[in-house]
């Protein structure tokens, strides 16, 4: 039951729409619509037929896959650089990869590529790269964003290495695993000079619903899970997300968390004490406290004496009113993956979070903080994994990934 | 470069279309549309729009699964029956996964479903069940199909226990990840009191050209892998696949082989001699003896003195001219697997290949053997997982998967 009407959710979600104003691509079938990477103000109709498939340019002021459309599948690697990597071969590589990423996303073989055939046009593929605080220093990038540092570890954290830090990002987001991991792939080779794979993670979501329009997704929960995100394109968005000054104006931070979930204990509540947890209805994603997903809590409400939205309420704990307005881009992915006991496997479950906002310190630490406290949700997850990236700020046709800071 | 026109790769696949002539579905939101599970024999016109997904019914002579269209999304697990399960008990799992299974694949939770809101109609989601030798024995199932068993090792395998064998399992396809995870959740979920989850296999598939129409797809080599299938709703494709008589008759032998790709090595090869290991061209998947990727090898062709196709390129070994005429239909899907090491992090990409066929030992076997006794595709290939499945009949609506067996 999703009693949301989609026109409403579309214009809430205000994604990069399947039907956009681009042109069509050139080098395709004819089929793919080719959007900027940052057209988010203009959602189309809901009535438009859904598209088979994007090719979405990677130039403008932003990098692509921040502000575009969720998709189904995401990888994200990390990569350390080795030492003898300075300003100069940094440059190098990201001249490299800006070849890549323009080639990859337009659906055609990154240069050199052996298998140039795994690539296709339209399928909403997005390559964006980020640096850690290991690349941001004197000899490197240069300072950071403001605010941006590692993030401190939490009390509630139970943080492995395997999952942790980085000195480089890449995240690469589409509609199906082999063209994304093709991409990754390309990516990961053409760094081998420079840095060595840290880690790797996979995720996926489902982005439409089943007449295929946009929708928020579910987490492995059931929870409806981006609801109250800042629209793209919108003024609300922009302060949140970009970096506004500066050589890391048109960047962002991104806080990337691996967030192990226990289905099987939560499984074990009630429909009452699982939505008392959230804050919202699983149903649809709507406040306890009534209305639509769109609707934004009304942390005051309450029956029979008590509070509608509990006080360590998930959304409530990470509402903006309670965290000195302070707000992020969510935009998380799920993930399982196989883990050997003594008795045979199991599968464990989870989500890679991914918030993005200007101000890791300002934005993403204290409301972390917040949740670190008192979310009811901590019972059931475990922080597994946790970096800081900083995103890159776009770059245009003929310039390069990374020129404002290296060039 | 495609070359082939649509029309005709469309009719050479002749999968389950995207806008057949099933009714539309009463619960969801009007946009998919059901299809039965067999449905293969009727392709729509090329100029069809693509649909966003489609609710396949799982009702049938077959489970639906087989010859159903490739999804972007596909994971496999394998269960090992408890000590005490016996006919009885088994019977009782069946009849729960039968529900699981029309309530899943319908987009409804499956019953008792903690997270129901997981399941999504138009996914194309299909569940198929299988059982392993050791299901196929008497108290249990009684004997497999004929030729049933399990398969014998190769020369060349470097089978892990972790990958290999299994008395159930259970295929999930889908288009996203997340609804994909949920119904194999709820599957094992409702396993536990009769079986254990021995392995689990993710991968996945490119099933649409940019244009959102069926294509053939490609593994991580870069190939097109799976021209000369026979074609779904054909006779060809019922007597390859289909087991005619008896109490299996209906159902299907399944090989699942887990197949590591070196692809390091595989990317130093020229495009030369990656073509003349395959015996098709990379670009179209056309044969090296030319014509487009629906038309067959001309195995006895030659130029300046040598065979176009070399004696051990791989689609010499494994056509059926050369092997008595037997053939299997193949659906494999791609996987990648991040593996640690004492340097960091590798990734691993391979290929779970899946090979269908009515009779295992006849069929399967010795094209498998003669694969490994000559194919040069094995210098970059390695097999390190193998598991042998028959395919339950199929079940009509009011009955339950295994009734013909367990009833």
Same mark, same amino acid.
């Given at each position: 039951?999703?009693?949301?009407?989609?026109?409403?959710?579309?214009?809430?979600?205000?994604?990069?729409?399947?039907?956009?104003?681009?042109?069509?691509?050139?080098?395709?079938?004819?089929?793919?619509?080719?959007?900027?990477?940052?057209?988010?103000?203009?959602?189309?109709?809901?009535?438009?037929?859904? +598209?088979?498939?994007?090719?979405?340019?990677?130039?403008? +002021?932003?990098?692509?896959?921040? +502000?575009? +459309?969720?998709?189904?599948?995401?990888?994200?690697?990390?990569?350390?650089?080795?030492?003898? @990597?300075?300003?100069?071969?940094?440059?190098?590589?990201?001249?490299? $990869?800006?070849?890549?990423?323009?080639?990859?996303?337009?659906?055609?073989?990154?240069?050199?590529?052996?298998?140039? $055939?795994?690539?296709?046009?339209?399928?909403?593929?997005?390559? /964006?790269?980020?640096?850690?605080?290991?690349?941001? &220093?004197?000899?490197?990038?240069? =300072?950071?964003?403001?605010?941006?540092?590692?993030? =401190?570890?939490?009390?509630?954290?139970?943080? #492995?290495?395997?999952?942790?830090?980085?000195?480089?990002?890449?995240?690469?987001?589409?509609?199906?695993?082999? /063209?994304?991991?093709?991409?990754?792939?390309?990516?990961?080779?053409?760094?081998?000079?420079?840095?060595?794979?840290?880690?790797?993670?996979?995720?996926?979501?489902?982005?439409?619903? =089943?007449?295929? &329009? =946009?929708?928020?997704?579910?987490?492995?929960?059931?929870?409806?899970?981006?609801?109250?995100?800042?629209?793209?394109?919108?003024?609300?968005?922009?302060?949140?997300?970009?970096?506004?000054?500066?050589? $890391?104006?048109?960047?962002?931070?991104?806080?990337?968390?691996?967030?192990?979930?226990?289905?099987?204990?939560?499984?074990?509540?009630?429909?009452?004490?699982?939505?008392?947890?959230?804050?919202?209805?699983?149903?649809?994603?709507?406040?306890?406290?009534?209305?639509?997903?769109?609707?934004?809590?009304?942390?005051?409400?309450?029956? #029979?004496?008590?509070?509608? @939205?509990?006080?360590?309420?998930?959304?409530?704990?990470?509402?903006?009113?309670?965290?000195?307005?302070?707000?992020?881009?969510?935009?998380?992915?799920?993930?399982?993956?196989?883990?050997?006991?003594?008795?045979?496997?199991?599968?464990?479950?989870?989500?890679?979070?991914?918030?993005?906002?200007?101000?890791?310190?300002?934005?993403?630490?204290?409301?972390?903080?917040?949740?670190?406290?008192?979310?009811?949700?901590?019972?059931?997850?475990?922080?597994?994994?946790?970096?800081?990236?900083?995103?890159?700020?776009?770059?245009?046709?003929?310039?390069?990934?990374?020129?404002?800071?290296?060039?």
């Amino acid at each position: 039951m999703t009693g949301t009407p989609h026109v409403s959710r579309r214009r809430l979600l205000g994604y990069v729409g399947t039907t956009g104003a681009g042109a069509v691509a050139g080098a395709g079938l004819g089929a793919g619509v080719v959007l900027a990477a940052d057209a988010g103000n203009d959602p189309p109709a809901a009535s438009a037929p859904p +598209a088979p498939g994007r090719t979405i340019e990677p130039w403008g +002021a932003h990098q692509a896959g921040v +502000a575009t +459309a969720p998709t189904e599948v995401t990888e994200l690697v990390a990569l350390d650089l080795l030492p003898d @990597v300075d300003r100069e071969s940094l440059g190098r590589l990201m001249r490299l $990869w800006t070849g890549d990423v323009e080639a990859l996303t337009a659906g055609r073989g990154a240069p050199g590529d052996p298998a140039p $055939w795994l690539s296709q046009p339209a399928a909403d593929l997005t390559i /964006t790269v980020g640096a850690g605080p290991g690349a941001c &220093r004197p000899g490197l990038l240069g =300072p950071g964003p403001t605010g941006f540092a590692a993030i =401190p570890v939490m009390r509630r954290d139970r943080l #492995q290495d395997r999952w942790s830090g980085g000195d480089l990002l890449v995240v690469v987001a589409g509609r199906d695993g082999t /063209t994304v991991a093709h991409a990754v792939r390309r990516m990961v080779a053409d760094a081998r000079p420079f840095a060595r794979l840290r880690w790797r993670q996979v995720g996926s979501w489902s982005p439409t619903d =089943p007449a295929g &329009r =946009p929708q928020t997704g579910r987490n492995h929960f059931g929870q409806v899970d981006g609801s109250g995100n800042p629209r793209p394109g919108t003024p609300l968005f922009d302060s949140t997300v970009w970096v506004r000054e500066g050589p $890391w104006a048109g960047g962002s931070t991104l806080a990337v968390r691996r967030i192990r979930m226990d289905l099987d204990t939560w499984e074990e509540l009630t429909r009452d004490e699982q939505e008392r947890s959230v804050g919202r209805r699983l149903g649809d994603g709507a406040p306890l406290t009534g209305g639509m997903e769109i609707d934004d809590l009304d942390l005051a409400a309450r029956a #029979q004496g008590r509070l509608v @939205v509990p006080r360590d309420a998930h959304s409530r704990r990470a509402h903006p009113s309670l965290n000195g307005g302070r707000r992020m881009f969510r935009k998380g992915v799920n993930y399982t993956r196989e883990v050997e006991t003594r008795d045979g496997v199991r599968v464990e479950s989870g989500l890679v979070f991914l918030a993005y906002q200007a101000d890791l310190l300002d934005q993403f630490v204290p409301v972390q903080r917040s949740l670190d406290e008192a979310d009811r949700l901590n019972e059931w997850t475990t922080t597994v994994g946790s970096a800081a990236f900083a995103v890159l700020p776009g770059f245009e046709q003929g310039s390069w990934l990374g020129e404002q800071l290296l060039g």
